[in-house]
C-alpha cells in the first residue's frame, strides 16, 4: 500500500486504510486539503491518523441502508432530516466522518443547517457505517452523544445503543423496534444484487402500508 499526500492532495488505493500518527493540527490540515471532496475518509482519535478509501461497494451499500431507513420512515409518516457526507469533530479530541446519519427524534433541530456545532448542537439520532476494512468501531460515537449506531458488515447488520458511557449490542432498533432489520437489509441487498437497486427499494416501498395509495389518502382524510 502507498500514499500520496501533499497540500494538494491525498490519495489512497481504493480500498486501503492507512493509519499514522499524528496531531489535531495535522487531522485539520489533512481534512481541509480535500477542499470539498469527501475522499479519502479521514479519522482522529488518541493522537492516530486513519485515512480510508472507499470501494465502490462501500458506497452503493451505504445508499441501499440510508434508502431503507428513509422508506421505513416514509412509511411511517415520520419526519427526518439525513445528512452524508458530514464530518462530526469535536476539536483537540476527535474527527470522524460517518457514512451516513439521521435526525430523527430531533429532526428540527437539524431543518435549514449548513453546519452543526457538535459542542453545542443535538447529535445525529442513528449513524450508518459500512465497514469494510475494520475501520469503524460504534465506541467512535459515543463521545459525541450518538443514540445508535449501525454497522454493517460482509456478515450483515449489528445495532449498538448508547447506554451510559459505551455502546451495547441490540437485537432491535429503537427507531423501528418491530422490524427484524437484519432480515430486512439482507432481502434488500440480495434483490439489489438480483434485479438492480431501484427494482429492490420500489418492490420495498410498495411492501411497506404508507406505499399503498388507498391506505396514504384514507390516512390522510
Known amino acids: 500500500m502507498y500514499a500520496v499526500i501533499s497540500r494538494e492532495k491525498i490519495y ?5 486504510v492507512m493509519r499514522m500518527p ?5 487531522y485539520c490540515t489533512l481534512r481541509d486539503s480535500r477542499s470539498d ?4 475518509r479521514i479519522k482522529f ?7 480510508m478509501s472507499p470501494l465502490p461497494r ?5 445508499n441501499i441502508l440510508a434508502d431503507v431507513v428513509k422508506a421505513l420512515l416514509d412509511s411511517e409518516m415520520r419526519n427526518y432530516e439525513a445528512f452524508t457526507p458530514i464530518t462530526m469533530d469535536i476539536p483537540e479530541s476527535g474527527g470522524i466522518e460517518p457514512d451516513y446519519c439521521f435526525y430523527i427524534d430531533h429532526w428540527q433541530a437539524a431543518v435549514g443547517k449548513d453546519r452543526i456545532d457538535w459542542q453545542v448542537d443535538p447529535p445525529p439520532d442513528l449513524v450508518i457505517e459500512i465497514d469494510v476494512t475494520t475501520y469503524t468501531a460504534a465506541e467512535d460515537y459515543a463521545a459525541y452523544g450518538v443514540p445508535e449506531v449501525w454497522l454493517f458488515k460482509r456478515n450483515g447488520l449489528t445495532i449498538y445503543a448508547l447506554q451510559g458511557e ?3 449490542l441490540q437485537t432491535t432498533s429503537r427507531y423501528f423496534p418491530t422490524v427484524d ?6 432481502q434488500v ?4 444484487a438480483e434485479t438492480g437497486t431501484g427494482v429492490a427499494l420500489r418492490s420495498l416501498r410498495q411492501s411497506l402500508p404508507a406505499s399503498n395509495p388507498k391506505k396514504t389518502a384514507d390516512r390522510s382524510d
Open 12 to 16: 489512497i488505493p481504493p480500498g486501503s
Open 22 to 26: 499524528g496531531t489535531w493540527q495535522d
Open 37 to 40: 471532496g469527501s475522499i479519502p
Open 45 to 51: 482519535r488518541n493522537g492516530e491518523i486513519l485515512l
Open 58 to 62: 462501500h458506497g452503493r451499500e451505504a
Open 166 to 168: 459505551t455502546y451495547q
Open 181 to 186: 432489520l437484519p432480515g430486512l437489509l439482507g
Open 189 to 192: 441487498l440480495q434483490a439489489a
